[in-house]
DNA sequence: GCGATCAGCGG
DNA sequence: GACTCGCTGATCGCC
């Protein structure tokens, strides 16, 4: 019996494959290459052997952080086949393989291949038929070319896949149409749904009139893969089909670029077509089990289900909506700039005596701190630095540097807002931003193309860009915005008594913190103080240290430190939260938002100190960021189907992180900013109260 | 034509 | 390995 029993070291297997096997992570952001090396090892040694049986040891040492949690899941993963010896059968290895493809290698696997057969077809009887196969879900993908669909793959029982060209009377309405029948009866799933919302409308969404609900989870609905790859592993950008390949079925898809280059799609041959479109198609059917079941296990179904598919749906109405930019007026604003932008290149080419590029951080360098002699202070990679904070200190130095500075803020309304944005404006003389819900590793939306969330604000030349964002003829925009809403939420969830008073107060929350931290009077509070209490609440929210509150404020890192040390004086919950929500992290390996959106942070369990730092304030901000972003998409869901309940005529258009714009019709101006306000306010109860600001304006510069 | 670098906008 | 992040525009060196 001994001679069959194979006796194996755990922390030695391991170790040995930690530093053979090239690091990686799995798909939650965890290192996983040597508990993916000791287990392959494991299989080939028990498949290539006659032992029958196993039994593995572990010792508590283990000085290598990076090491040690690989151990440990090592060790979870064999203790949940039994103790001491454990007989080597089919099973084990079987699990073990399983075990192993849990853990998502960036290699490949080999054995998987696509189990697929096409069929390309066009014929409008065969097509009719494929609409009435009987299953309880399926899977397509809506090939697009720069708005025009081309054809769609669409697959039963994901290993048999169809494509129908988009072509004579199969068109894109009719396709899409037929898959907004199918969705009555069954469940789809696509890559990127919101793609295909143009022609393709789900019935869950085009009968609903009810916002949020916990308890709504799964049932018959539609399915993104990206969406929820992107839920499970946040922190991945540029998810393709082929990374869901890769990452869920250990397939090997060409990308898009690497078939079709930058060509046209439309020129491409039928046959690669019809074949890319299936492919993910068939990915999507065959992924799509294993993600639900990873979202059940992490406990993210309700944020798939309730809140993100529901969303986007909704950002693609936003975008289809757009927003009126008047072209003459933007046209006049950049004008106006331009005058002013020229008269201070005369200038700043008299002060240097010579014409060079301004714009050109290399030759303003050499300008300001060779030719003029100008003190140098910070450097880059590549030269000086002549970034605003830098130029506004040599200000006194030299006139040239004040007009270099107002020099960069027109050119940059100019360049990025003025010329950026016209070129924008379509036809229907809107501007179609895309939201893009998988991009941040909080939870954020994102908007490209243009990015409608960083129009300026902070000056008033700036803000008024906004003059040129209209609502159409007779309409306002109704404005509404939480006020400190991640704030709100650090008192919740740090349940710090001091923070949740003030907002029960309900004064002037930064005044408020200063009083406290100055130990001065409410109504003493100088200016500076209020100023600095506020970039302290800024910095806290936004996970900054004391060297970022130190550069924001132009003071030194030390008195940086102080205000941050007064401050955790002040709000001693805060402190703790910060301390427990750093170790959960550590602990746990993610961050978790109030409705469980996860954020790998592998960073804090770098050897690394500035690494580790940074994992610490990802940490420690992620969970704020993130509920807002949750709350936000609650937000958004309560007021985009209350607004469909009343059937009013006034639209959701846009979303800037705490802020919402519904272009709103006259005669429902008083029931719009009421059910803004209230569905915002309700959309989560926390112990201190949601507050939101509306505004009702015939401009984006009024209403805000 | 492309990617790296620098700069600056918002929340 | 730097100090928030995501986005965009201008420049510049490289192929």
Same mark, same amino acid.
């Given at each position: 019996m001994s001679e069959n029993l194979l006796i194996v070291n755990g922390n030695e297997l391991i170790s040995d494959a930690f530093y053979k096997t090239p690091a990686f992570t799995n798909s939650e952001g965890v290192f996983v290459n040597g508990v993916y090396g000791g287990i392959f090892k494991l299989i080939s040694i028990l498949k290539t052997s006659e032992y029958k049986a196993l039994s593995i040891s572990f010792s508590e040492e283990c000085g290598n952080e990076r090491l040690k949690p690989q151990i440990l899941k090592f060790k979870e993963i064999i203790e949940a086949k039994g103790q001491g010896e454990i007989p080597v059968t089919k099973e084990l290895l079987e699990s073990l393989e399983n075990a192993l493809k849990d853990l998502s290698p960036s290699g490949e696997v080999k054995g998987a291949s696509f189990d697929m057969t096409l069929k390309v077809t066009s014929d409008l009887n065969e097509v009719e038929a494929l609409f009435e196969t009987k299953s309880?879900?399926?899977?397509?993908?809506?090939?697009?070319?720069?708005?025009?669909?081309?054809?769609?793959?669409?697959?039963?029982?994901?290993?048999?896949?169809?494509?129908?060209?988009?072509?004579?009377?199969?068109?894109?309405?009719?396709?899409?149409?037929?898959?907004?029948?199918?969705?009555?009866r069954m469940s789809l799933c696509s890559f990127d749904i919101k793609e295909s919302y143009k022609y393709f409308e789900p019935s869950e969404f085009a009968n609903r009139t009810y916002g949020y609900k916990d308890e709504d989870v799964s049932g018959n609905k539609c399915f993104d893969v990206l969406i929820g790859a992107y839920l499970i592993n946040p922190l991945k950008n540029d998810y393709e089909p082929w990374d869901v390949a890769k990452e869920y079925l250990k397939l090997t898809l060409p990308k898009r670029a690497d078939l079709f280059g930058k060509e046209p799609l439309a020129n491409a041959d039928i046959k690669v077509l019809s074949e890319y479109a299936s492919k993910i198609a068939y990915i999507c059917f065959n992924a799509e089990p294993l993600i639900r079941a990873k979202l059940a296990k992490t406990g993210m179904e309700r944020l798939m289900y309730n809140i993100e598919m529901p969303l986007s749906y909704i950002l693609y109405s936003m975008e289809k909506e757009g927003i009126i930019v008047k072209r003459d007026e933007l046209k006049a604003y950049g004008d106006k700039l331009l005058?002013?932008?020229?008269?201070?290149?005369?200038?700043?080419?008299?002060?240097?005596?010579?014409?060079?590029?301004?714009?050109?951080?290399?030759?303003?360098?050499?300008?300001?701190? &060779?030719?003029? #002699? @100008?003190?140098?202070? +910070?450097? %880059?990679?590549?030269?000086?630095?002549? /970034?605003?904070?830098?130029?506004?200190?040599?200000?006194?130095?030299?006139?040239?540097?004040?007009?270099?500075? &107002?020099?960069? #803020? @027109?050119?940059?309304? +100019?360049? %990025?807002?003025?010329?950026?944005?016209? /070129?924008?404006?379509?036809?229907?003389?809107?501007?179609?931003?895309?939201?893009?819900?998988?991009?941040?590793?909080?939870?954020?939306?994102?908007?490209?193309?243009?990015?409608?969330?960083?129009?300026?604000?902070?000056?008033?030349?700036?803000?008024l860009i906004r003059k040129v964002f209209v609502p159409k003829d007779g309409y306002v925009f109704a404005d509404a915005d939480y006020s400190q809403i991640e704030l709100r939420i650090l008192a919740h969830m740090s349940e710090d008594k001091g923070l949740i008073e003030a907002y029960h107060e309900g004064k002037d929350i930064h005044r408020i913190t200063a009083s406290k931290v100055f130990h001065v009077p409410f109504e003493e509070v100088t200016s500076l103080q209020r100023r600095n209490a506020k970039a302290v609440n800024f910095g806290i929210v936004y996970g900054i240290s004391a060297f970022g509150l130190s550069q924001d404020l132009s003071i030194s890192a030390h008195e940086a430190k102080e205000y941050m040390e007064k401050y955790f004086e002040t709000y001693p919950g805060v402190k703790k939260y910060q301390e427990d929500v750093i170790a959960s992290t550590k602990a746990k390996g993610y961050s978790e938002t109030m409705f469980g959106r996860r954020r790998p942070v592998p960073e804090l369990k770098a050897s690394n100190f500035n690494l580790r730092q940074f994992g610490e304030r990802v940490a420690m901000n992620a969970p704020i960021q993130g509920t807002a972003a949750d709350i936000m998409k609650i937000a958004m869901i309560d007021v985009f189907f209350k607004l469909k309940e009343l059937s009013l005529k006034s639209k959701l258009i846009l979303q800037i992180h705490d802020e919402l714009v519904i272009e709103t019709a006259p005669d429902e101006v008083d029931t719009v900013t009421k059910l803004l306000v209230e569905e915002m306010e309700k959309a989560v109860t926390l112990s201190v109260p949601m507050e939101v600001d509306c505004h009702i304006g015939s401009d984006w510069y009024e209403a805000k």
């Amino acid at each position: 019996m001994s001679e069959n029993l194979l006796i194996v070291n755990g922390n030695e297997l391991i170790s040995d494959a930690f530093y053979k096997t090239p690091a990686f992570t799995n798909s939650e952001g965890v290192f996983v290459n040597g508990v993916y090396g000791g287990i392959f090892k494991l299989i080939s040694i028990l498949k290539t052997s006659e032992y029958k049986a196993l039994s593995i040891s572990f010792s508590e040492e283990c000085g290598n952080e990076r090491l040690k949690p690989q151990i440990l899941k090592f060790k979870e993963i064999i203790e949940a086949k039994g103790q001491g010896e454990i007989p080597v059968t089919k099973e084990l290895l079987e699990s073990l393989e399983n075990a192993l493809k849990d853990l998502s290698p960036s290699g490949e696997v080999k054995g998987a291949s696509f189990d697929m057969t096409l069929k390309v077809t066009s014929d409008l009887n065969e097509v009719e038929a494929l609409f009435e196969t009987k299953s309880d879900r399926a899977a397509f993908y809506f090939l697009t070319d720069i708005g025009d669909f081309l054809g769609l793959g669409i697959s039963f029982d994901g290993s048999n896949v169809t494509y129908i060209p988009v072509e004579n009377f199969i068109t894109a309405d009719y396709l899409g149409k037929k898959l907004s029948i199918l969705s009555e009866r069954m469940s789809l799933c696509s890559f990127d749904i919101k793609e295909s919302y143009k022609y393709f409308e789900p019935s869950e969404f085009a009968n609903r009139t009810y916002g949020y609900k916990d308890e709504d989870v799964s049932g018959n609905k539609c399915f993104d893969v990206l969406i929820g790859a992107y839920l499970i592993n946040p922190l991945k950008n540029d998810y393709e089909p082929w990374d869901v390949a890769k990452e869920y079925l250990k397939l090997t898809l060409p990308k898009r670029a690497d078939l079709f280059g930058k060509e046209p799609l439309a020129n491409a041959d039928i046959k690669v077509l019809s074949e890319y479109a299936s492919k993910i198609a068939y990915i999507c059917f065959n992924a799509e089990p294993l993600i639900r079941a990873k979202l059940a296990k992490t406990g993210m179904e309700r944020l798939m289900y309730n809140i993100e598919m529901p969303l986007s749906y909704i950002l693609y109405s936003m975008e289809k909506e757009g927003i009126i930019v008047k072209r003459d007026e933007l046209k006049a604003y950049g004008d106006k700039l331009l005058v002013r932008i020229d008269e201070l290149e005369k200038a700043i080419y008299e002060a240097a005596g010579i014409e060079f590029n301004i714009n050109s951080p290399k030759q303003l360098g050499e300008i300001l701190f &060779e030719k003029l #002699g @100008l003190p140098a202070e +910070k450097k %880059t990679k590549s030269g000086y630095s002549t /970034a605003a904070d830098v130029l506004e200190k040599l200000a006194p130095e030299h006139k040239i540097v004040a007009d270099i500075l &107002e020099y960069r #803020g @027109l050119t940059k309304l +100019k360049s %990025t807002y003025a010329d950026g944005l016209a /070129a924008y404006i379509a036809d229907d003389n809107r501007i179609h931003t895309s939201f893009n819900q998988t991009i941040t590793a909080t939870g954020r939306i994102s908007s490209t193309e243009p990015n409608l969330q960083n129009i300026p604000m902070r000056t008033e030349l700036g803000r008024l860009i906004r003059k040129v964002f209209v609502p159409k003829d007779g309409y306002v925009f109704a404005d509404a915005d939480y006020s400190q809403i991640e704030l709100r939420i650090l008192a919740h969830m740090s349940e710090d008594k001091g923070l949740i008073e003030a907002y029960h107060e309900g004064k002037d929350i930064h005044r408020i913190t200063a009083s406290k931290v100055f130990h001065v009077p409410f109504e003493e509070v100088t200016s500076l103080q209020r100023r600095n209490a506020k970039a302290v609440n800024f910095g806290i929210v936004y996970g900054i240290s004391a060297f970022g509150l130190s550069q924001d404020l132009s003071i030194s890192a030390h008195e940086a430190k102080e205000y941050m040390e007064k401050y955790f004086e002040t709000y001693p919950g805060v402190k703790k939260y910060q301390e427990d929500v750093i170790a959960s992290t550590k602990a746990k390996g993610y961050s978790e938002t109030m409705f469980g959106r996860r954020r790998p942070v592998p960073e804090l369990k770098a050897s690394n100190f500035n690494l580790r730092q940074f994992g610490e304030r990802v940490a420690m901000n992620a969970p704020i960021q993130g509920t807002a972003a949750d709350i936000m998409k609650i937000a958004m869901i309560d007021v985009f189907f209350k607004l469909k309940e009343l059937s009013l005529k006034s639209k959701l258009i846009l979303q800037i992180h705490d802020e919402l714009v519904i272009e709103t019709a006259p005669d429902e101006v008083d029931t719009v900013t009421k059910l803004l306000v209230e569905e915002m306010e309700k959309a989560v109860t926390l112990s201190v109260p949601m507050e939101v600001d509306c505004h009702i304006g015939s401009d984006w510069y009024e209403a805000k």
